[in-house]
């Protein structure tokens, strides 16, 4: 167990339709990442918070969002659904940007 | 040219063998370098980080870093059914700054472990 927690484990949804992915990261961890895993893509980086603030962008598409709340949960938000959007949606945690990600056990979004 | 390229496998091998994963990469700002372990649809596993070329060791696990060549390798020494699983490697850039982006990750390699 990572300490890392993701909910909901599993999430079905139509295409169009908006949804929200939580994270909470580690205790003592500032900095939290999502990722998106897709068997042709493999894991790709989405966006990074840090105390609640934006970090860095990797490869988000614009219907997608995120934020990270005072008490350092994150949110991310898809909007629009795609059937492309399927995918295994992962969080991570580290204290800040260098030290070492560790990684909530994921999201299983299928989009119907 | 993908930034992280790493065979996909299938690598099969006898339980006891030594396993070799390797990675190249393509920039070199790419400063620090993990390995993770994932099972079946589950989060990966931090197994190694280091940001130096040279070996570090932990238990069977030893990871090889090989900067000048961007090289990147995980042995696993007397491996177990229990290995497998498929192994990704992954890198960071550090940004003069301060600061750094999400990890970039290879495909990974699907580990067979034979009994």
């Known amino acids: 167990d990572s300490g890392v927690t993701q909910t909901p484990k599993h999430l079905i949804t139509a295409t169009g339709q908006r949804v929200t992915l939580r994270c909470s990261p580690r205790?003592?961890?500032?900095?939290v990442y999502w990722y998106q895993q897709s068997l042709d893509q493999g894991l790709q980086f989405l966006i990074q918070?840090?105390?609640?603030?934006?970090?860095a962008k990797g490869n988000i598409l614009e219907r997608f969002s995120a934020q990270q709340f005072p008490d350092l949960h994150s949110e991310l938000n898809l909007s629009s659904l795609e059937l492309g959007d399927s995918a295994l949606y992962f969080c991570?945690?580290?204290?800040?940007?260098?030290?070492?990600?560790?990684f909530g056990p994921g999201t299983r979004l299928t989009v119907l | 040219q993908k930034e992280v390229e790493q065979d996909p496998g299938p690598l099969s091998v006898p339980e006891g063998a030594i396993v070799s994963l390797n990675c190249t990469y393509s920039?070199?700002?790419?400063?620090?370098f993990m390995w993770y372990r994932q099972y079946s649809r589950k989060g990966p596993e931090l197994l190694m980080y280091?940001?130096?070329?040279g070996n570090k060791e932990d238990g069977r696990f030893t990871a090889q870093v090989d900067k000048s060549s961007k090289y990147i390798s995980l042995f696993i020494r007397d491996s177990q059914p229990s290995d497998s699983a498929t192994y990704l490697c992954?890198?960071?850039?550090?940004?003069?700054?301060?600061?750094?982006?999400?990890?970039?990750f290879g495909k990974g390699t699907h580990l067979i472990i034979q009994p």
């Open positions: 991570a945690s580290s204290m800040s940007s260098y030290n070492e990600q560790f």
């Open positions: 205790s003592g961890d500032l900095s």
């Open positions: 280091t940001y130096s070329s």
């Open positions: 992954a890198t960071i850039i550090s940004y003069s700054g301060g600061g750094a982006d999400g990890l970039t």
């Open positions: 918070y840090y105390n609640g603030e934006e970090r």
């Open positions: 920039n070199s700002a790419f400063q620090y």
